[in-house]
């Protein structure tokens, strides 16, 4: 059974531009969470997404967006790119909210 | 602030003994705890899990004991091995997955 699948894996924008990475869940998973690791701090949750509809979101700025299609697949979008959005950003999957997450490889966005 | 601490960003420990790793949180209305280990380069994969409802839960290996009164868990893996090297997140959250917080991890090097 394939796991959560991100791309792409590398992705390197200017400052003000925009980003756009997606994320496949593992198949009958509905929930899918984006999170950003930046360099040297842990796993900052980002979104959450069940049944197309947002759940819930960290504390970040609205620049930060996403959907998730009715095939649960997921993107997340960043607009107008800081130097500090450089990091991994890592998507999970899961049956529900409260059973633990399958994560991705990650996409590592690099704002130049 | 910082919901969930893990005070020791890194650990070493002999081939064989027993590596604690421990987490403390801060939020009350939290009741279900994960552990997940993370290679470099790749997301992070769960270990184990516990609920407010229980005080200890044992895999293998790998055994998280929870204190509520304290708000503190911690994760023991005996006997350690040099392949269980690797960043380890403790995460917490409330109702259905709300409120979804992870620790900034600690690095366990296991020295054969």
């Known amino acids: 059974e394939a796991g959560v699948t991100q791309s792409p894996t590398h992705l390197i924008k200017t400052r003000g531009q925009q980003a756009t990475l997606r994320c496949s869940p593992i198949?009958?998973?509905?929930?899918v969470y984006w999170y950003q690791q930046a360099l040297g701090l842990g796993l900052q949750f980002l979104l959450w997404?069940?049944?197309?509809?947002?759940?819930n979101r960290g504390n970040f700025p609205p620049r930060f967006s996403g959907r998730q299609f009715p095939n649960y697949s997921s993107e997340l979008n960043v607009n107008a790119l800081e130097l500090e959005d450089s990091a991994l950003y890592l998507c999970?999957?899961?049956?529900?909210?409260?059973?633990?997450?399958?994560f991705g490889p990650g996409t590592r966005l690099t704002v130049l | 602030d910082q919901q969930v601490k893990q005070n020791s960003p890194s650990l070493s420990v002999q081939e064989g003994r027993i590596s604690i790793l421990n987490c403390d949180y801060t939020n009350s209305m939290f009741d279900y705890f994960l552990w997940y280990k993370k290679y470099p380069a790749e997301g992070p994969t769960f270990l184990i899990s516990?609920?407010?409802?229980?005080d200890k839960n044992e895999d293998g290996r790998f055994t998280v004991f929870l204190n509520k009164s304290a708000k503190h868990l911690s994760l023991h893996i005996v006997p350690s091995q040099p392949g269980d090297s690797a960043v380890y997140f403790c995460a917490a959250s409330d109702n259905y997955g709300q409120n979804f917080v992870f620790g900034p991890g600690t690095r366990l090097s296991v020295l054969p």
């Open positions: 997404y069940d049944e197309g509809e947002e759940r």
């Open positions: 516990i609920s407010s409802i229980k």
């Open positions: 198949s009958g998973h509905t929930s």
């Open positions: 999970a999957s899961s049956l529900s909210g409260r059973d633990e997450q399958f």
